[in-house]
């Protein structure tokens, strides 16, 4: 929700500030008890949606649903069943209805895509979160309709994709982004004398050595194939890390990559993006808050004024104020929490 809150401060997403609405904004979240707040803040009841994204995103029919594509035949599947139906496809029909309306949504001009969680998951679900983004690309495409009626399209848009990287990558997973560099220096030379020039020259060692370094060189590559498929031009805008550590102590890093897509025929800027991901000197890594410095100032004033939106939206709905951002840092480092 903060990162809802720094867009209303930077004045990219309109809030109301009668109704203390914020606008334009739909969020999906699966936590129950953090659900409701999210959508007190947001001010609008139907911007939010109770769900994981990849099951929102890649709902699977049942044979019942298959021929179900709007609200109202939904609607009228219901009515016509009603108490013979089971609960179990009750449920199947209400999570197509939530699909549908998520989708009609579509196109957005900028998607903030926070898994926090690793980007291949576990067996069977290793291509879960890529298979998403994949139909996500998809919907960009789709013709939005405005509040008008008229019909618009998404020519241009923005995506933030923020993932978890450690040393527990499935094998498979592993494999297959050795494959596709591969590929890219099979097929690109400009890719290859950039591998050269970074004297890489074994895959193994690279991916077993420098996990963190390959996999931020090697898995946007997923999202710049993604936009060739889908005839997207793609430019790599920030490409950012920051250390983190666990309940159990143990060190992992959150990777953020941020890319702008263009429509296009064909797609004129993959070897680009490939090729710039690769360069380390590219890569911004976060550092932890130190408000002695003149960067950490001002990301603290920064946080103190985002925070200080969010509390005011919290006090109408008599939610929980969140503490001063180097009250809470402070405390935090004394309780021992790496920050």
């Known amino acids: 929700m903060i990162d809802v809150y720094m867009l209303v401060k930077e004045g990219v997403v309109p809030l109301d500030g009668e109704t203390r609405r914020v606008q334009g904004v739909y969020f999906c979240e699966c936590d129950r008890e953090i659900f409701p707040e999210m959508t007190e803040l947001i001010g609008i009841e139907e911007a939010g949606f109770l769900a994981t994204l990849e099951d929102l995103v890649l709902f699977e029919e049942v044979p019942e649903t298959q021929t179900l594509e709007s ?10 069943a009603g108490e013979r139906l089971s609960e179990a496809l009750r449920e199947k029909v209400e999570e197509k209805r939530k699909h549908l309306q998520f989708q009609h949504l579509f196109p957005f001009d900028f998607l903030n ?16 979160i890529h298979s998403t983004i994949d139909k996500l690309l998809e919907w960009q495409r789709q013709p939005g309709i405005t509040a008008a009626g008229d019909a618009y399209s998404m020519d241009r848009f923005v995506v933030a994709i923020t993932c978890r990287v450690d040393l527990n990558t499935p094998a498979d997973a592993l494999a297959r982004l050795k494959r596709i560099v591969q590929d890219n220096r099979t097929n690109y030379p400009i890719y290859a004398e950039a591998l050269e020039a970074r004297t890489i020259e074994s895959l193994d060692s690279w991916a077993t050595n420098s996990p963190l370094d390959f996999f931020m060189s090697a898995w946007p590559k997923e999202i710049a194939r993604l936009a060739r498929q889908k005839s997207w031009d793609i430019t790599v805008h920030h490409h950012a890390f920051y250390d983190r550590q666990n309940d159990a102590g143990e060190d992992y890093n959150m990777v953020s990559l941020v890319v702008e897509f263009v429509r296009a025929p064909l797609c004129r800027t993959y070897l680009t993006a490939v090729t710039t991901m690769l360069d380390v000197d590219a890569r911004t890594e976060i550092p932890r808050l130190d408000a002695r410095t003149r960067d950490g100032a001002i990301l603290l004033e920064n946080l103190r004024e985002i925070v200080g939106l969010r509390n005011t939206q919290a006090e109408k709905f008599q939610r929980e104020l969140l503490p001063d951002p180097l009250a809470e840092i402070i405390r935090l480092r004394a309780e021992g929490v790496p920050i």
């Open 113 to 128: 895509l926070d898994f926090c969680d690793r980007y291949y998951g576990r067996p069977p679900d290793i291509m879960r």
């Open 71 to 80: 609200e109202d035949s939904l609607t009228a599947f219901l009515e016509q």
